[in-house]
């Protein structure tokens, strides 16, 4: 009771005596000073709502928003206004977490949605609803194959998004787990270093489309890896499922991802939600919480948590994970603009981002100061290579109230371009190319 209250100084007091130390700077003397940082937050006193809301606002208008050119891992895409309408109903917004279903309903409906809407999108038998973000439920999709298959190796190709793969290195680091990366070839997974790196993995990942935004039909790896006896995980945009092979029918066993492409702001990284989809089989390997339909004592439709696989739920030491957050506010936002755009809007989506990507691929070609890295198929981002100055261009992108793509090893700059950005906003920045030289 009372949580959020802040502690009182008798509060703090009676701990600090609990715990044997005279005050908080004595607490943590064992800190570095250089981390014992105590700037002055400038958090004015005593102001009533309206004061305060008009020195937040002034705050607010300090920043700047620029037109945002760069993705890799979190795109500028549209939130349709009906979102925020409906995520703010009683029904659906609280901070309660579904243990008890009959108190629920509402949570454990848009829930059982967002996964129904996941396997339809993945192709995939089952999903479930509570994954931190893509990266998160990427390495849990390796705790899954790991458990499966009884053996503590996982491969990557290094066209994984580098984020991803520096949260399963951190997630196997006290598992016991070798992670094995792999050098991609023009930009897709190579083929011929596949078989000496599977020798005795639990599985591979691979990414759809991948870091540089390729998109590349993996059915073939995921042959050869099941060939082997390990299990394929495909980290693939469900924005862009409705039109390329969804992970099924490039035969995944697991395909996750993050979902924030599906409407939720960039909101300076977060909060985001993942997603992950399996078979049948893996079923009872999958973590978090899966939510189920079915009908009460007066017959009437009711929704349940059919299949808790986690620590609070079953025996620690069986757990094969202890995720436990309640990300289903955002699954929530992305049922809603999956709900809102349907089918057609998802493809309609792609289409614009496709086109839009392409436009601006040929025009930066065009000056004669980029030249493309790579010759696959992209939908709405894209690698090239520079002869010029990148960081002086993307100063002066910024100066002109433009986001420029990611810089990578200095020579190469990494573009997102989706439905939002205008020919015009296109033609801006292809026009401060020239006078980068």
Known sequence: MFKYFPHTEQDIQEMLDKIGVQSIDELFLDLPKKLQTKPDYQVPLAKSEIELRNHFKGLSGKNRELIIFRGAGAYDHYTPSVIPAIISREEFLTAYTPYQPEIAQGTLQYIFEFQSMITDLTGMDVSNASMYDGPTATAEAMFMAVAQTRKNKIVLSDNVNPNVIDVVKTYSLYRGIEVLIIASKNGLVDRTLLDEALENAAGFIGQVPNYFGLVENLT?????????????????????????????????????????????????????????????????????RICGVTTDVDGKRAFVLTLQAREQHIRREKANSNICSNQSLMALWTTIYMSTMGKQGLKEVVAQCYQNSHYLQEQLIKTGLFKPVHNGFFIKEFLLEASFDLKAFEQKCIQKGILPGLIIEDKYMLFAVTEKRTKQEMDLLVSLVGGAK
């Open 220 to 288: 073939d790896v995921s042959e050869k890896v099941q060939s082997k006896g390990g299990i394929m995980i495909i980290n693939a945009d469900p924005q862009v499922l409705e039109t390329i092979e969804s992970p099924r029918k490039m035969k995944a066993d697991i395909a996750c991802g993050e979902c924030q492409s599906l409407g939720i702001p960039l909101s300076y990284g977060g909060a985001y939600v993942g997603y992950l989809g399996t078979t049948e089989k893996l079923l009872r390997k999958m973590p978090g």
